[in-house]
């Protein structure tokens, strides 16, 4: 029913691009329902619209291919579907032939992000620059329509997403580059929530941190203890055996995982407004803090850093 269909579509392509068009679509029903003429070109809309659904199912399923080949050929049918509808109601004959070439390049230049390789390519395809000036005006607009909607093509989009390539936005470049085990400090003291105050001046006086952890008997995170919030309780010694570490500790403003990037990161601290933020791993244990301060250093470093290659280069 639809040879086009099968295989990477090239040698279909070839037929469009040639003039041999009645070839490829002999076996199909839409000439006895809509005439010779309208009966191609409905049977190249349908072509145009099933052939990426036959390619995602084909890639889906495991099968070898990418979206180069597919490019092209829906590009070529879509460029000739255009070229003999206008053929169809105006007085004006156009050559469908190009027409195909130059919606392959457009097509190209949309889906892959390369509006100078579909230049070229097509150019060299018909072996001759005759069709340069519509090439370049197809896959540009074809480009800047795409980019203008979508930043990313379809292979780098969920990379640019996970935030694991750099974009042409400096800052996000430079939190990809942070990872968030540079940052983690885990010199930080925790406690059981079982404890009574006087276990937690113990472990004051032999820490220089001015926030502590709270862990459960698993070993699992409770909560956070700020030296401040406890000031006044130190000066009564009377109440240490009294007063239990779980009547002093606090859930935290926001809590961080060890998968999560540092855009995340920061978009917590802007959103907590905190100097500290715990990380815990996927069981819930607390593995260390991460500080704003130093997070900020990092990144006004690194800012330097690049700075001082873009100067010299």
């Not at 691009?17 to 349908?46: C, M, Q, V, Y």
């Not at 961080?256 to 601290?269: I, N, P, R, S």
């Not at 803090?289 to 100067?311: H, R």
Request: net charge neutral.
């Amino acid at each position: 029913m639809f040879p086009p269909l099968f295989g990477e579509g090239y040698g279909s392509v070839k037929l469009v691009a040639n003039g041999a068009f009645k070839s490829f679509s002999d076996n199909t029903g839409f000439f006895s329902l809509l005439g010779e003429n309208w009966g191609l070109i409905a049977f190249t809309a349908f072509i145009v619209l099933i052939k990426p659904v036959a390619a995602g199912i084909t890639i889906g399923a495991g099968g070898n291919g990418g979206n180069f080949a597919p490019s092209l050929f829906a590009g070529s049918y879509l460029g000739f579907f255009f070229s003999k509808i206008l053929n169809s109601i105006s007085w004006i004959q156009i050559p469908a032939g190009n027409f195909s070439l130059v919606g392959m390049a457009g097509v190209l230049s949309g889906v892959m992000y390369c509006p100078l390789t579909a230049i070229f390519l097509i150019a060299e395809i018909t072996n001759g620059y005759e069709l340069f000036i519509p090439l370049m005006l197809v896959s540009s607009i074809s480009f800047f329509i795409v980019k203008s909607y979508e930043p990313h093509s379809m292979e780098t989009k969920k990379l640019a997403m996970e935030g694991q390539i750099f974009t042409q936005k400096k800052e996000k470049n430079i939190l990809t580059s942070i990872r968030l085990d540079e940052m983690l400090q885990d010199n930080y003291e925790s406690i059981c929530i079982d404890k009574k105050l006087k276990q937690l001046v113990e472990v004051i006086k032999r820490s220089e941190k001015n926030i502590f952890a709270v862990v459960d008997n698993n070993g699992k995170f409770a909560g956070i203890i700020e030296l401040n919030d406890i000031k006044q309780k130190l000066f009564h010694p009377d109440e240490f055996d009294k007063v239990s570490v779980k009547a002093l500790m606090k859930r935290p403003a926001a809590i961080l995982l060890q998968e999560h990037d540092m855009h995340t990161v920061l978009e917590k601290f802007d959103v907590t407004q905190s100097w500290y933020l715990p990380v815990l791993d996927n069981e819930g244990k607390f593995k260390g803090f991460i500080s704003k301060t130093k997070l900020f250093n990092k990144y006004m470093e690194i800012l330097a850093e690049q700075g001082d290659l873009y100067e010299e280069a």
